[in-house]
């Protein structure tokens, strides 16, 4: 399930990560908010101590987050985000999401256990996880690793 990249580490053979555009997940964002007649409320697309991209969104009066890995277009929603701690959520309200250029993670994947899951990373990954001793899919995929 996780491709190489994903935790924003590599190894001096791979070929060098790039960051997704910013833009790209700020347009995205205000995409979903004018289509369910909401307004986002903040972003924070600085990489520095994190490897993903996150905005404070309001739709019908609900505040969630939104949050996309900085190297792969995957995204997931949030309740809470805290540094060092997300409390993944679906969809808040049975709001339609569609969006073919990224993939929408549900709180089912994103809970999972990860050892079956990092047959694809590289070595350095597989080295950060060890030292940081996530317990989920999610916390490779979102993570506030140095």
């Not at 908010?33 to 609900?62: C, E, P």
């Not at 996530?134 to 490779?140: A, K, L, R, S, Y």
Request: charged share 20%; proline share 8%; aromatic share 16%.
């Amino acid at each position: 399930m996780l491709p190489n990249g994903i935790t924003g580490f590599g190894d001096k053979t791979d070929p060098p990560l790039f960051p997704l555009a910013p833009s790209a997940f700020r347009t995205l964002c205000y995409t979903i908010a004018r289509l369910h007649g909401g307004t986002v409320d903040s972003f924070d697309t600085d990489l520095s101590g994190k490897n993903f991209y996150w905005a404070q969104l309001q739709i019908q009066g609900v505040s969630f987050f939104l949050l996309e890995n900085g190297y792969h277009p995957w995204l997931a929603f949030a309740e809470k985000v805290e540094w060092g701690q997300i409390s993944f959520s679906d969809f808040p309200y049975g709001l339609p999401f569609t969006e073919p250029s990224v993939r929408l993670l549900t709180k089912r994947e994103l809970q999972q256990p990860w050892q079956n899951h990092i047959a694809k990373l590289g070595e350095s990954e597989i080295t950060q996880i060890r030292y940081w001793k996530p317990t989920t899919v999610g916390e490779i995929i979102f993570h506030f690793w140095d």
